[in-house]
């Protein structure tokens, strides 16, 4: 079973900078992370999409972070990271780490599809 483990999170201001990471460990066969994700939920709210990396390093952005973030991975480390600029209070969340071998197309930002999660990070944007 693939373990996520996503670390990085914190409080800042408004217009500041965070960059999370999340590794997987237990991996078996490198399929079963072929997709990473990074999600949100903020209190109250639906689990998010926020960016979808594949195994060659294609990259998909929801709208409302596009532009501001940059979703990476490093396949010898098993990591992947999520550079968050000019950050806005409308970014706190919790932020999870999420992974699937399989390719879900337009269905990337549905938290059901994927088959393995972190247990997220906290990040806090004050104004």
């Known amino acids: 079973q693939v373990h996520l483990v996503e670390s990085g999170g914190g409080s800042v201001q408004a217009g500041g900078s965070l960059t999370l990471s999340c590794i997987a460990s237990?991996?078996?066969?490198?399929?079963?992370?072929?997709?990473m994700a990074w999600f949100r939920q903020a209190p109250g709210k639906e689990r998010e999409g926020v960016a979808l990396i594949d195994q060659y390093n294609i990259t998909t952005y929801a709208g409302s972070v596009e532009g501001r973030v940059t979703i990476s991975r490093d396949n010898t480390k098993r990591k992947m990271y999520l550079q968050m600029n000019s950050l806005k209070p409308e970014d706190t969340a919790k932020y999870f780490c999420?992974?699937?071998?399989?390719?879900?197309?337009?269905?990337?930002?549905?938290?059901?599809?994927?088959?393995?999660w972190g247990q997220g990070t906290q990040v806090a944007v004050s104004s």
């Open positions: 999420a992974a699937d071998w399989r390719g879900l197309g337009a269905n990337w930002g549905n938290q059901y599809e994927y088959n393995y």
């Open positions: 237990r991996v078996t066969w490198n399929s079963d992370i072929n997709y």
